[in-house]
């Protein structure tokens, strides 16, 4: 079925370094692909979406594009902050039967340093 | 709109007591999922309903959990007897979940503590 696998954490930079996340699918045919984010003490939230193939999805200096030819939708950031410390989690959405639910990744937790 | 609303945020129980969780979807959405977080297992997803009809209940551990939509704004999910197993944060969502492509909305979780 449907899946995604994310990188193993924990993930620790210092302030201002490049982050890079991935993320690859598994699914037949191209669906919309997703990046959570979870604060300490809180749930989920949507950090960014891409609804097709070869789109890019941004939101709040974070990036992440959608490569059909490599399955993949790697999030990108060139200047973390201390403020970015969560977890981080891919997911796609559920077809035919599943329609609704949301397949996520085991989530990455990354800490930025000051 | 005030978001999902999850009550109680936190439960300490002894075990072999019952425990119930409630929660309050986003009006108008029509999707409702119950998750459970745990370091061992990370996120998990235990049951959700479309337009408060049980989907899929394959994550549901055991018997001794139940979920409930008796209505679109109200959900609960119970565990008789509790057991510190399950000890962990439950997490419910909700989004417009008829196609396209559904944000899931979620509840800032209840972290449950099982003695």
């Known amino acids: 079925g449907d899946s995604v696998t994310q990188m193993e954490g924990p993930v620790t930079l210092s302030e201002e370094a490049f982050l890079t996340i991935n993320c690859t699918y598994t699914a037949t045919g191209y669906p919309s692909l997703f990046w959570y984010v979870q604060y300490p003490g809180e749930g989920l939230q949507l950090l960014l979406k891409?609804?097709?193939?070869?789109d890019k999805g941004s939101n709040k200096g974070f990036e992440a594009t959608y490569r059909k030819e490599t399955t993949s939708f790697h999030l990108e950031k060139g200047s973390v902050q201390v403020s970015d410390s969560a977890v981080y989690f891919c997911?796609?959405?559920?077809?035919?039967?599943?329609?609704?639910?949301?397949?996520f990744g085991r989530g990455t937790q990354l800490t930025v340093w000051p | 709109d005030a978001g999902v609303i999850q009550s109680p945020r936190h439960e300490v129980t002894e075990m072999g007591q019952e425990v119930t969780l409630r929660c309050k979807p986003i009006s108008g959405h029509n999707s409702l999922f119950w998750y459970r977080q745990t370091m061992m297992r990370g996120l998990e997803l235990l049951i959700y309903f479309n337009n408060n009809v049980p989907i899929d209940d394959s994550g549901m551990p055991e018997d001794r959990f139940s979920a409930k939509m008796p209505n679109a704004s109200f959900s609960t999910l119970k565990i008789q007897p509790s057991e510190p197993r399950d000890s962990a944060v439950y997490f419910c969502a909700s989004s417009l979940g008829t196609g396209g492509t559904p944000e899931a909305f979620f509840g800032q979780g209840t972290r449950l503590t099982v003695v």
């Open positions: 891409a609804t097709k193939a070869d």
């Open positions: 997911a796609l959405p559920g077809r035919g039967s599943t329609l609704g639910r949301l397949y």
